[in-house]
C-alpha cells in the first residue's frame, strides 16, 4: 500500500472511529438511565427484549396510561370470572389513546355483564414470537380462560416477528433447525450495540435519510432476518403454538387481522401476504377481518384512525374495533 493510500486509510478510520464515539457518548451520557422503549410503561426484559411494567401510572399526553400488578394494562385478575386474553402489539394495547379508550377496555365493558373479564396483554412492538411467549410466562395465572385473541397488524407483524431486531430494539428471534422452531438471541444484554445505536437521534435521522447508514449499523451490530419462505413456516408453527396453549387451558384461539389506513387505497405487500396466508387450506383458526368492518363504512375513515396515524386507532376506531369482536365471538 502506498503512502497516499494508507493516509487516505488512516483518515477514514478515524472519521469512522470519531463519528462512532460521537454517537456512543451521546447514548451513554444522554440516555444510559433512560433508554427509551416502545411505550411510556415498557422496561428493558431479557428474555423478550422489552416487557411491560408492573403497578405503573403515569398521566400522559394520550390520558392515564396503567398497568395492574403483573404488567397488563388491564384490571387485576378476578378468578370468579371467566377470562378473555388480548395479545398483539401496539395496536392492540392501546397505543396513542387513554387507558379507557382502548379496543380491550371497550371489550371488556362488553363482556362484563356476562361475567366475563378481559385482560389487555399486548405490549408495543410485539412479533408474534415475542407475544407467545409472553403467553407463556403469564397464562397460567388464569383458572377460568376461554377465549385467547391474537391481533396480527397486517401491515408489520411479518417483519417483526422474523427479524432479531423491532425499532432499533435487540429482540429474540425464532428460527427453523430441522422444522422446528429454536429460540435464539437470548438471553439480552441491555446494552449491546444495537440498543445503544437506538438511542441515538443523530443515527435515527441518519439512517431514514441514507441507506447506506443504516448498511452500516447493521453491520456494526449484526442483524438476522428470516426470508420468506422460513417466516412464512415460522409464524405458522407459532400460531399452532398459541393454539396448543389455548387448547391445554381449555380455551379458543381466535386471530383477528388489523389494517392500515394506507390499505384502504393501495394493498400493501404485508396485507396482502397475510391475506393469502390465512386463506391457505392449511390455516383454519377462527378469524375476524377488521378490514371488513372498517370498508363498509368507508365514510368513517377519518374517524377510525388517529389523526396522522395510518397504524393506530382513535377512541372511535377502537370502540368499533371491540364491537366487531363481540359480534363475531361466541360467548
Not at 5 to 20: D, G, N
Not at 43 to 55: R, V
Not at 82 to 103: P, Y
Request: proline share 4%; hydrophobic share 40%.
Amino acid at each position: 500500500m502506498s503512502r497516499y493510500s494508507w493516509c487516505r486509510y488512516l483518515i477514514f478510520v478515524m472519521c469512522i472511529s470519531l463519528i462512532c464515539a460521537i454517537v456512543l457518548c451521546e447514548a451513554v451520557y444522554l440516555r444510559i438511565y433512560r433508554l427509551k422503549w416502545h411505550d411510556p410503561i415498557a422496561q428493558f426484559d431479557a428474555e423478550l427484549g422489552w416487557s411491560p411494567i408492573p403497578n405503573e401510572h403515569i398521566e400522559h399526553k394520550w390520558g392515564d396510561i396503567t398497568s395492574n400488578s403483573f404488567g397488563f394494562r388491564s384490571e387485576e385478575i378476578d378468578q370468579k370470572k371467566n377470562h378473555v386474553i388480548i395479545l398483539g402489539d401496539s395496536v392492540a394495547w392501546g397505543f396513542g389513546v387513554g387507558d379507557t379508550e382502548t379496543m380491550p377496555y371497550y371489550l371488556n365493558q362488553k363482556l362484563k355483564p356476562l361475567n366475563y373479564q378481559v385482560h389487555n396483554l399486548a405490549v408495543a412492538a410485539y412479533g408474534i414470537g415475542q407475544s407467545s411467549l409472553f403467553l407463556q410466562r403469564h397464562v397460567d395465572k388464569f383458572e377460568n380462560l376461554k377465549y385467547i385473541i391474537l391481533v396480527v397488524y397486517t401491515n408489520n407483524d411479518f417483519w417483526e416477528t422474523t427479524r432479531d431486531i423491532a425499532w432499533g430494539k435487540r429482540k429474540p428471534l425464532y428460527v427453523l433447525k430441522e422444522g422446528k422452531l429454536v429460540l435464539t438471541n437470548v438471553p439480552i444484554s441491555k446494552y449491546n450495540i444495537r440498543n445503544m445505536l437506538s438511542a441515538s437521534k443523530i443515527l435515527e435521522s441518519l439512517s431514514r435519510k441514507y441507506g447506506k447508514v443504516s448498511s452500516f449499523l447493521d453491520l456494526l451490530a449484526g442483524r438476522k432476518i428470516l426470508d420468506k419462505k422460513d417466516g412464512e413456516k415460522a409464524i405458522s408453527l407459532l400460531l399452532k403454538r398459541i393454539h396448543d396453549i389455548a387448547s391445554e387451558h381449555q380455551a379458543r384461539l381466535v386471530v383477528v387481522t388489523a389494517p392500515s389506513k394506507k390499505d384502504f387505497t393501495s394493498k400493501s405487500d404485508d396485507f396482502m401476504w397475510f391475506q393469502n396466508f390465512f386463506h391457505s387450506k392449511n390455516h383454519h383458526y377462527p378469524r375476524i377481518d377488521f378490514y371488513d368492518t372498517i370498508a363498509s363504512q368507508p365514510e368513517d375513515l377519518d374517524k377510525i384512525y388517529k389523526k396522522g396515524d395510518p397504524a393506530h386507532f382513535s377512541p372511535y376506531g377502537n370502540k368499533l374495533f371491540a364491537e366487531t369482536l363481540f359480534k363475531h365471538i361466541d360467548m
